[in-house]
């Protein structure tokens, strides 16, 4: 027997706008609000489906150098341009990781910093 994910947890300082965020680069929806403040996104299906879901904890704390654990994604319906585009007009921004510039992926930082990735490769929607 072995795990999966299931559950991808970010602290931020602002839930509520860093779901609004995720939801539209992910196509998720909010699936559970807690009284402390935190955010579950996910897929329409809910939780336990072929794609983790994510929550988005309040957290004080200051984002403190380079993420050890980010999240990559890919374009389903447009080419890797068209879908750097929409991701620039959602809030995400250029981040430099050390990257070379030959690389075939962009290394983009959501609006409170955590760092992503867009790969090349287009992949089907679930």
């Known amino acids: ?10 602290d ?15 196509d998720f929806v909010v699936l559970d609000r807690e009284d402390d403040g935190s955010v579950e996104i996910g897929p329409r299906e ?3 489906g072929p794609q983790p879901t994510i929550i988005l904890g309040r957290s004080d704390e ?5 993420s050890r654990l980010h999240i990559d994604v890919n374009a389903t319906d447009r080419d890797q341009d068209a879908e750097l585009e929409r991701l620039l007009k959602l809030g995400a921004r250029p981040a430099d990781v050390g990257q070379t510039g030959q690389e075939p992926w962009h290394v ?8 992503f990735c867009l790969l090349k490769t287009r992949i089907a929607a679930l």
């Open 46 to 48: 809910g939780f336990g």
């Open 62 to 66: 200051p984002k403190r150098g380079k």
């Open 1 to 10: 027997m072995a795990c999966r994910i299931s559950e991808l947890v970010l």
């Open 108 to 115: 983009l930082a959501d609006p409170e910093g955590n760092e």
């Open 12 to 26: 931020c300082r602002d839930p509520e706008a860093l779901a609004r965020f995720w939801c539209e680069v992910l």
